[in-house]
């Protein structure tokens, strides 16, 4: 921060390891900017277990989808609200949790059956895997 010479980014790292804790607390000179970041992050975690990954997870994902790391036990949402986000229950979108209406999704975005990735409802096949949506059948 150019005015208090402080990190607008603080890692919470562990005492005795100096490894990360996975919290973090961020500094916004816009409070529109902070309240943004809070919608697109909120229960969604990024991985900080290895140095080179600081991969950003959705919040249903048990492992992080770029270096495989299990989630942190107590892992909440990388911006330290999680818990606050609004959810569907696993079974009405097949098994996989996601926000609810208002956040970065839509009511009609999929989860692929394949890699569990969110897919906005434009899509016909998965952006990660290449699945077809479901319901779309494939023409040879």
Request: glycine share 14%.
């Amino acid at each position: 921060d150019k005015r208090t010479g402080r990190p607008k980014i603080w890692l919470y790292r562990d005492k005795e390891t100096n490894e990360p804790k996975g919290d973090a607390t961020v500094t916004y000179e816009d409070p529109h900017a902070a309240v943004a970041a809070v919608e697109w992050f909120n229960n969604n975690w990024l991985c900080l277990k290895k140095s080179n990954c600081s991969n950003v997870n959705f919040a249903f994902r048990g492992a992080c989808n770029r270096c495989g790391i299990a989630r942190p036990t107590g892992a909440s949402g990388i911006l330290g609200v999680g818990g606050r986000g609004k959810g569907r229950a696993a079974q009405e979108s097949g098994g996989i949790s996601r926000p609810a209406g208002g956040g970065i999704f839509g009511p009609n975005d999929w989860p692929c059956p394949m890699c569990g990735n969110i897919n906005w409802a434009k899509r016909t096949k998965c952006n990660i895997c290449n699945t077809n949506k479901p319901g779309i059948m494939r023409v040879v």
